[in-house]
């Protein structure tokens, strides 16, 4: 491609002649174990939370449940000749609790183990860089009984669990995130009750996100003592980019709040060694934070976070007063339950323009302008995307292909977006479509398909679908080619 020969890309976001991405930038996929394991009964492995919400009439699409998912405790070889033949460079997987420590405490489950060892092997045999992520939401049925995450003994017991598999595949494996989203584990599990256990409380909710903050200190603390030096560790958040609706200070306090509850409840802690002060002030109604107990803070940030993982999907666009009645897409569960604690009195709006399947507008522009707020508020850090992708209408043609343009063009507007970032100083190091294949989407069963690679779940073949060969052309070339025209 020659630079006169380019257009601009289609979010207009990035000069013609910057779309080389920088040496040794890691090309990944992503998944979660309760996604695309299936086996769920198999080898010791017991319920998790997911099971068992899965398994309760009317919490997911379909009465769908991850018993099978995409097979891949046992297509994990062939997935893994899928990544090589994408050349991918890197694979990020989650590790189910239940599978290595069936009740979540005690010793571990060798059979379990063997899994992830096997898997890990075979990913460094085709060259791929496995990171491997412990908690991707899928927490012991029996630690859910014992209290689950508002209980503060959960976060020790992570701490023990992180130990476990640190020490099993500390020789294979050096990039560690201990928690996928804890956004989602704390407010949508306990506050709105969309997610797995279901609950509907927000001090528990609050509760559950400060245990959170603490099993990553404590796996943190756990992983280090077992880890060689140059294991690097992480955690990935999915922060929210939150837009005022307009700039009137009503507006304006009602995006803090949502930033508040929604970002700075984690980051704060992790990163800066305090819950915001601002929170507290918003949530006093509902708690005096004394779940919070001295040592908690020192023991979060004690290791400092040798990176950043970053999820993005789509902006959040909020203003103030109640929401009027009507369907909702900011996670509010039957019966009005809110995952935003604190921040009651915000309505959530649908940015207008395009959407996904899921209902999300697509706005590279919300991931350029978060990956500019984060490395402006915390130089040093390096960033990693690690989940970025579309749910579509997929269906395979009659011809056997599946053709998925729209993805193309939401992986290729929100690349544009990254490399603008990088043009413009922020360190992201990596980029990780989600996901590899089709896969249990949480509440939504298999009803959204967001993988690279379509899965037929009558016979679990496996068809990558247009966006995995373009991604994989993106991937060899490390640059990112003109926009996709649009029929
Ligand atoms: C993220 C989750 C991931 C997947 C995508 C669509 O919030 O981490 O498991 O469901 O959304």
Redesign the pocket.
Known sequence: MTASGTRPAASGTSAANARQFPPGFLWGA???SY?IEGAAAEDGRTPSIWDTFSHTPGKVFGGHTGDVAADHYHRFRDDVRLMADLGLGAYRFSVSWSRVQPTGRGPAVERGLDFYRALTDELLAHGIEPFATLY??DLPQDLEDAGGWPARDTADRFGEYARIVGDALGDRVQMWTTL??PW?SAFLGYGSGVHAPGRTDPVAALRAAHHLNLAHGRAAEALRSVLPARAQLSV?L?LHHVRARSESPADLDAARRVDAVGNRVFTGPLLDGAYPRDLVADTRRLTDWSFVRDGDLAAIGRHPLDGLGL?Y?TPTLVSAGAAPDGPRNDGHGAGGHSPWPGADDVTFHQPPGERTA?GWSVDPTGLYDLLARVSRERPGLPLLIT?N?A?YEDAVGPDGTVDDPERIAYLHGHLDAVLKAISNGADVRGYFL??LMD?F??A?GYG?R?GAVYVDYDTQMRIPKSSAHWYAGVVRAGRLPAPPTTA
């Open positions: 992503a998944t979660a996604q991707h939401w996928n989203e989602c990935t999915n999820n999907y899921m989940e992708g749910a989600w996901s896969n989407e949480w939504h959204k967001f």
